[in-house]
Each structure stands twice: as structure tokens, then as C-alpha cells.
């Protein structure tokens, strides 16, 4: 059985950082590409960055340059460092499975954590 556990999330003035984690259960983690997603009130779910199982990193526009996305095979965890937040940057922000088929086409798998609530705000 799959489980994402996200945690790290808060409130957070602009300009400042936060460091997201995902735990993650099951033999998949090590061999599979990871992402993280968010969903902010009213939008659709976005993805933010991917990793691929043995670390290479894309990153969406918006975030480009400011987020960085990190694996630890042996603790089955993701990461997702984020400085310079934006008060756009708020959000709840889930990490999940994904097949990385190619820049424009990221596919999730049909199963999500309960995501970490991030705050940009002064």
C-alpha cells in the first residue's frame, strides 16, 4: 500500500524559506520519478517540479530559480526546498508518483497525501 506523507508547511513571510518533506511508503520510491504539486484556493492542481529516480530536476516556470526539488533514495523521502517565497506561492503542496514521459507530459498516480498548507503572507 502507497503512503505520502507531507510535512514542513507554515506560515511564512514573503521573501522568506521553507523546506518541504514527503515520506514515502512502498518498494516504488527508489525507482520512480517524483514530483511536486499545488493546488492554491479556487485553481486547478499544478506541478511545480519533477525528479527523476536517479535525481535530475525540471521545475515549472514560476518557480524556476528559487525552488529546489531533492531525493534521499535510503530515507524513501522527498524534499522541496523553497526560498524567496512569493505570497503566489501559497497553496497546499502534495508530492506524489509520477511517469515523466517528457517536459510537457507528467502523469501522476491516482493516489495523494493530505498535502502541507504553505502561507506566504506579512
Known amino acids: 500500500q502507497v503512503q505520502l506523507v507531507e510535512s514542513g508547511g507554515g506560515l511564512v513571510q514573503p521573501g522568506g524559506s521553507l523546506r518541504l518533506s514527503c515520506a514515502a511508503s512502498?518498494?516504488?520510491?527508489?525507482?520512480?520519478?517524483m514530483a511536486w504539486y499545488r493546488q492554491a484556493p479556487g485553481k486547478r492542481r499544478e506541478l511545480v517540479a519533477v525528479?527523476?529516480?536517479?535525481?535530475?530536476?525540471d521545475y515549472s516556470d514560476s518557480v524556476k530559480g528559487r525552488f529546489t526539488i531533492s531525493r534521499d533514495n535510503a530515507k524513501n523521502t522527498l524534499y522541496l526546498q523553497m526560498n524567496s517565497l512569493k505570497p503566489e506561492d501559497t497553496a497546499v503542496y502534495y508530492c506524489?508518483?509520477?511517469?515523466?514521459?517528457?517536459?510537457?507530459?507528467?502523469?501522476?498516480?491516482?493516489?495523494w497525501g493530505q498535502g502541507a498548507q504553505v502561507t506566504v503572507s506579512s
Open positions: 506524489n508518483r509520477v511517469n515523466w514521459y517528457s517536459d510537457d507530459d507528467v502523469r501522476p498516480y491516482d493516489y
Open positions: 525528479i527523476s529516480s536517479h535525481g535530475s530536476p
Open positions: 512502498g518498494s516504488f520510491f527508489g525507482i520512480s520519478a
